[in-house]
């Protein structure tokens, strides 16, 4: 957005300001202790202050890193971690790693942050993507407390060149605003994204171990998720077919199933969960 002399914490406020309680769509990327971990929220479309509705996408980020490791990471990163973690752009554990106890604690309150003083929810995150070979052990037990729909997202190529595709264009044409988030602008600066190998794919990779990429990773996933649509708090979250003859099912949103409005579907193997809800 054009708003040349404002500061990356005036732009934050201006967005959640209008914003606040549209949709969103998330993605988690955990970080112990060498990589920062990272919560980042994708919206799909801005509103502005007159109330104009633009199809261009935000994105937010937080991040975490263990306190005792900030002057070793900002030696090795070359970045003012310090002065990041000062301006409040990156959250501290305490000792030398990042601590699950905290990291649900934060997530939680964000979750579960009001607007004033109405009351009425901050954000309205439809699901959290996360990727299952880092994070699982972390997202599984965070799934238990949460409200929101935790989902695994693949890391194969065939799962992320679609997503990185689209993250990658939405940057390149100024269609993804990062509202000057400088942690957010270096990772995007670290990130390579281009085609490789027999099936032409795209995987997220950096230069070397020291340029992070943490944000891309969480943001991704939180892409998956949007691409896809996730259940509104209306509609039910997946469908089910039986091979035994026995008719589809849907969720009933109360723990159950129940029968398929409108007229009989043709029995089908069952697939996995379809999205409910497009938007």
């Not at 509705?53 to 003012?80: C, D, N, R, Y």
């Not at 990727?131 to 194969?156: G, L």
């Not at 993804?176 to 990779?205: K, S």
Request: glycine share 8%.
């Amino acid at each position: 957005p054009d708003f040349p002399r404002a500061t990356a914490k005036e732009l934050y406020a201006h967005f959640i300001e209008h914003n606040a309680g549209k949709p969103s769509y998330g993605g988690f990327d955990w970080g112990e202790v060498s990589d920062l971990a990272c919560f980042t929220l994708v919206y799909p479309r801005v509103t502005t202050a007159n109330g104009e509705v633009l199809s261009k996408k935000v994105m937010i980020s937080e991040f975490w890193t263990p306190s005792a490791l900030v002057p070793q990471h900002e030696k090795e990163w070359g970045v003012p971690l310090s002065q990041w973690v000062r301006d409040g752009w990156v959250h501290t554990c305490d000792g030398d790693i990042n601590s699950p106890t905290q990291l649900t604690k934060d997530l939680l309150d964000i979750l579960n942050a009001k607007q004033e003083p109405s009351g009425f929810p901050l954000f309205n995150i439809r699901s959290i993507g996360y990727d299952p070979w880092h994070s699982r052990s972390f997202m599984t037990v965070f799934a238990d407390v949460a409200s929101t729909q935790c989902v695994e997202v693949s890391q194969k190529p065939g799962t992320l060149t679609p997503l990185a595709v689209a993250f990658k264009t939405a940057v390149v044409t100024g269609d993804l605003w990062h509202l000057g988030n400088p942690v957010v602008r270096w990772m995007l600066g670290n990130v390579i994204l281009e085609r490789e190998g027999r099936y032409d794919a795209i995987v997220p990779q950096k230069p070397n171990k020291n340029s992070k990429i943490d944000c891309v990773q969480a943001a991704l996933t939180a892409w998956n998720g949007m691409e896809l649509g996730a259940p509104s708090e209306h509609a039910p979250r997946a469908m089910f077919f039986f091979d035994d003859g026995v008719a589809p099912k849907m969720a009933d949103g109360k723990g159950g199933l129940c029968d398929l409005p409108g007229p009989p579907v043709e029995k089908k193997t069952y697939g996995g969960a379809h999205p409910a809800d497009l938007q």
